[in-house]
């Protein structure tokens, strides 16, 4: 098919396709999803068991070991992490990197029916077996609830309401409420009275059993109607307690609840879970927005909703934001848009000044057409605007003209020498099309290893590969139908002809370049030794770059997660942490404080992560009024707490961009016994404390905790009948309170608890004057007849499981404020520690961002040998020559010169991005390459000899190819400025730069080379 005669005499067809591509991108644009940063699946769900009463060690033998044996059994796993401690099991489920989303919902289905199956082999007093396979859910808009003088129970009643309100709100998905305390009714009995009155506490535990309970009584016929029976007794406020009759059958003096107990309604008093605003009480309100949504528009919506809401607030509440998606969203997609923007006009610039004003308005205008032609793809395949997709768009803008370039080039030149426009397009689409096409195919193939990759971090930047096959797909499509059509008019008038090729190349330019050329053939060893030399220098500068994964996000939020030591009870880690609060809000740029203790916050974040359920835990979540202050209130912070909160362990860290990880650097040792693993992490972490730069140190299984071990004496217990459970719920009504009932309250259930009065449970000296009732003698004895003492001991309260084997890991990070990357880190102590001696039957592995690390390269490596063997293939192909695809090929490992001296110049580390980079230079390379060797074969058509056809062709290219390298290398300039592509803008600006002298030096060198081509005086004889 004649393309060019065709864009160019059916006018109305390219007029037609130009306004699709103009009106239809203006139009995708505005309908498109817009997200932070792209979504990828986080493959975890949770399988929470109770086993109250138990040690970690019987959790982990009776509970723990049962469930990763049924979970193994599922072929979808990946890992199976666990942690057992007293009177609970969590167990984390990862599945394989290869199912997304839509693979998830059959698997958690297959999931619960496997623990379903396996939970009736639990031992007594285990379970419910609880699976949470909304783990990985994000909750885009945080707002915390609060107001002096509410009580939690107050802010409660007032956030349900907001959230049926607010989950109404078109787009949003779920709406959760964090932080809730379960409310009780405490019936607190003095045991002393009840002995004196001889009233057994089972008694008064059945009677709260039972009179609340809802029975069926039934019903009967009264002539035609069927009427239930509905028998009262039931209590209707918590006051009703209190006229319960608990003297014993057939005394004549009746005796109430009321006289022996103080009945009240509270909080619990021990928390699961508590979660603050700027160090006030508050319930946090999550807001999870549903798939493919502009999530501006969704948060908008949202913040009306929220306005209209505040008429039916209660005076004194107020909501504080702690994150707003929408608004970061709206500020990324913005500031990249408008970093697009400025990289398209950085590229018609340069046009402008060395293609000349037409032939740079023909270009810069279709490179417009063909960006604004990707959003409508992108609309129509649902890829959204976040960081990737718009950081694919400005990455292939220098390549998007590249196709443009060749084609305006050669029809301005058709016309220079005298040809028609018609007659100048159809030539140089005859000449150039399919070389173009095959380029462009071998661009795109060369970032298809992250779009076919399967890790987590190919899901995370997998659109960078889709955006670039879009638009380097319709840029071919553009040049061979748009620029002959645009060209046709642009070139009508003013185009002046010139005599010959010599005359069109007759500029310092070009003679520079020819004399530097010929030098680099008389000299063709010399040159290559030259390069040989470099890329052995450049191989070993390259040992000298810094090496990382991801960088952290600009957002200025910051993360300090506190550990305390283990057994602390969780009001004490509350009450510190309130000092750490008062300390960062007085800091000046601290706009907000939130704090969550006993687990980590609902994931706001796709990359946050959530910590598990740990009293001894809490984290500050601290944002910040500008992200250049965010180093300064980090150093205060850190300082802060070294000095003031000597007794906790503190990670400092920035929110995260990529797939996150628990810590930058960790040593996992598994193993049978915990006193070894215990040993072995020791000296670990003997050698990992001798390296200044790490800040944060410790493991995962923490410290052994405190415990209480009544010695119970079976002989004399027998004797008067009392069992070891009689004494295990004695102590747990006396101390903590046991749960007899439940009192309904509308739609809440609260727990009915019997506990002693506040004066008998708050010192456990006092354990002596404890008296237990003896159901064989009817009567009260002293617990010091069964129970001989109560000394207090440690035991292990944490053990940690990775795949069915005990595993304690050793965690270190950077200081956060430091130069030093983990890589950097690891590399000095990895022999150390992989030189400590392992025992039989133990193992030791990395863990944390080197294993991150390699498993995204290892999954990016895996579709990579195909990858290049079928642009290698391509290669031949359009040449129908192995030797001139070698020629092409011989220069790709010479980019590594490029790509060392730009990062060491920059002192940026060769991250996951850069590696792309550095892989995407193979398709710039190749495809500068092809257009070089095709001109050649033109000249060679023409008659020219060797020699001088490669001469004139690498002339004749100068202009193509260097202006291929300075648009890309100048639009890559708006990405420096960005944390995520920063790495990868150096790897490309720095590699195309010297792979611009690799084609038009290296290139006809090894064509010389290859194809036997002799000097200049031995071409002319």
Do not use: C
Not at 44 to 55: D, H, I, K, R
């Amino acid at each position: 098919m004649d393309i060019a005669r065709y864009s160019i005499e059916r006018s109305t067809s390219s007029w037609l396709f130009l306004f699709i591509l103009l009106f239809g991108g203006i139009v995708a644009l505005n309908q498109l999803g817009r997200l932070e940063d792209p979504e990828f699946t986080i493959k975890q769900a949770m399988v929470v068991t109770p086993y109250p009463g138990a040690s970690a060690t019987q959790v982990e033998e009776e509970v723990t070991v049962r469930l990763e044996n049924a979970l193994q059994q599922l072929p979808y796993i990946r890992h199976i992490t666990s942690t057992s401690m007293p009177g609970m099991s969590q167990i984390q489920v990862e599945m394989k990197d290869i199912y997304r989303a839509d693979d998830l919902a059959q698997i958690w289905d297959e999931l619960r029916r496997k623990m379903h199956d396996v939970s009736p082999n639990l031992p007594p007093g285990a379970g419910p077996i609880q699976v949470n396979d909304d783990f990985a859910d994000v909750y885009g808009v945080m707002v915390a609830l609060h107001g002096e003088g509410y009580t939690l129970p107050a802010l409660y009643d007032h956030a349900k309401f907001l959230r049926r309100e607010l989950s109404l709100v078109p787009g949003v998905a779920k709406v959760i409420i964090d932080g809730v305390q379960q409310e009780q009714v405490s019936v607190e009995v003095s045991r002393a009275r009840l002995a004196n009155l001889g009233i057994p506490p089972q008694q008064i535990y059945e009677l709260l059993r039972t009179q609340n309970t809802v029975s069926n009584a039934g019903r009967v016929q009264l002539g035609d109607d069927a009427v239930r029976f509905y028998t009262t007794g039931e209590f209707s406020d918590v006051e009703a307690l209190e006229s319960l009759i608990i003297s014993n059958p057939g005394q004549e003096a009746q005796l109430y609840l009321g006289d022996v107990a103080n009945i009240h309604r509270e909080v619990q008093p021990v928390p699961r879970h508590l979660v603050r605003i700027n160090g006030k009480p508050a319930l946090w309100l999550g807001v999870s927005f549903t798939t493919e949504v502009n999530v501006v528009e969704v948060g908008e919506r949202l913040q009306s909703r929220l306005d209209e809401l505040v008429e039916a607030t209660p005076v004194g509440m107020e909501m504080t934001s702690i994150y707003n998606q929408p608004q970061e969203v709206n500020n990324s997609v913005s500031g990249f848009l408008w970093n697009l923007l400025q990289a398209v006009v950085i590229v018609v610039l340069s046009l402008f000044l060395t293609m000349g004003k037409r032939s740079g308005f023909l270009i810069g205008f279709v490179l417009f057409l063909t960006v604004m032609g990707t959003f409508i793809f992108m609309d129509i395949f649902h890829i959204q605007l976040h960081r990737v997709s718009l950081g694919a768009l400005i990455i292939a803008l220098g390549m998007l003209v590249d196709n443009a370039i060749v084609v305006t080039e050669g029809m301005l030149v058709g016309v220079q020498r005298g040809k028609s426009r018609l007659q100048a397009a159809q030539e140089v689409l005859k000449q150039n099309q399919w070389p173009l096409l095959g380029a462009t195919l071998i661009a795109i193939i060369a970032f298809a290893p992250i779009g076919l990759s399967s890790d987590a971090t190919g899901e995370f930047a997998g659109s960078l590969f889709w955006v670039l096959l879009i638009s380097l797909g319709l840029s071919w499509v553009t040049a061979l139908t748009l620029i002959p059509f645009l060209g046709n008019k642009l070139f009508a008038k003013g185009v002046q002809v010139q005599e010959s090729d010599n005359a069109l190349y007759d500029k310092p330019v070009f003679k520079a370049y020819q004399k530097l050329l010929s030098a680099a053939l008389k000299w063709r060893v010399v040159t290559m030794a030259a390069m040989t030399a470099l890329l052995v220098l450049s191989v070993y500068g390259f040992g000298q770059v810094k090496q990382s994964f991801f960088p952290s996000s600009n957002t200025p939020i910051f993360f300090a997660s506190v550990w305390y030591p283990q057994g602390t009870d969780i009001r004490a880690t509350a009450n510190d942490l309130s000092r750490a609060e008062n300390y960062l809000l007085d800091i000046p740029e601290v706009v907000s404080v939130a704090t969550t203790i006993g687990r980590g916050a609902p994931r706001f974040t796709l990359p946050y992560l959530v910590e598990k359920s740990h009293e001894n835990y809490g984290q500050l979540i601290i944002e910040v009024n500008d992200k250049n202050n965010l180093p300064n209130v980090i150093a205060q912070t850190r300082d802060y707490l070294a000095t003031h909160h000597p007794q906790v362990r503190a990670r400092l860290n920035q929110m995260e961009i990529g797939p996150p990880v628990k810590a930058a650097i960790e040593v996992r040792f598994s193993g049978p016994e915990p006193q070894v693993l215990r040993e072995l992490a020791q000296q670990a972490e003997n050698i990992l404390q001798q390296d200044t730069s790490i800040a944060t140190l410790w493991h995962n299984w923490l410290e052994p905790s405190k415990v209480l071990r009544p010695q119970f004496n079976e002989t004399h217990a027998r004797r008067v009948g009392v069992t070891k459970e009689d004494v295990d719920d004695l102590l747990l009504a006396n101390f903590h309170g046991r749960r007899v009932g439940v009192y309904r309250d509308g739609t809440d259930l609260l727990p009915i608890v019997v506990r002693a009065p506040e004066e008998e449970r708050l010192f456990i000296e006092q354990w002596q004057d404890i008296l237990v009732h003896s159901p064989t003698l009817n009567r009260y004895i002293p617990l010091t007849q069964v129970v001989d003492d109560i000394p207090l001991q440690w035991e292990e309260s944490l053990i940690q499981r990775r795949d069915r084997k005990r595993t304690l890991t050793v965690m270190a990070d950077p200081d956060p404020l430091s130069e030093e990357t983990p890589a950097v880190i690891q590399a000095r102590v990895r022999d150390a520690i992989e030189a400590i001696n392992l025992p039989n039957g133990y193992k030791m592995e990395w863990g944390g961002e080197h294993e991150a690390s390699t498993n995204a390269k290892a999954a990016l490596f895996s579709s990579l040998p195909l990858g290049y063997l079928a642009m290698f293939v391509i290669t031949v192909l359009l040449f129908s020559s192995a030797r001139k695809a070698l020629v092409i090929w011989t220069t790709v490992p010479l980019s590594i010169i490029g790509v060392t001296a730009g990062l060491l110049l920059t002192q940026q580390a060769f991250s996951f991005m850069a590696l792309l980079g550095m892989l995407s230079l193979t398709g710039m390379l190749i495809k500068n390459g092809i257009v070089l060797l095709e001109q050649v074969k033109a000249e060679e058509d023409e008659g020219k000899q060797g020699y001088q056809a490669l001469i004139d062709a690498s002339v004749k290219r100068v202009r193509p190819v260097s202006m291929a390298a300075v648009t890309t290398i100048l639009g890559m300039i708006p990405l420096l400025f960005d944390a995520f592509f920063a790495s990868m803008a150096v790897a490309i600006m720095f590699g195309l730069g010297f792979a611009t002298i690799l084609t038009l030096i290296v290139v006809p060198v090894m064509y010389s080379f290859m194809l036997r081509i002799g000097h200049a005086t031995k071409a002319t004889d």
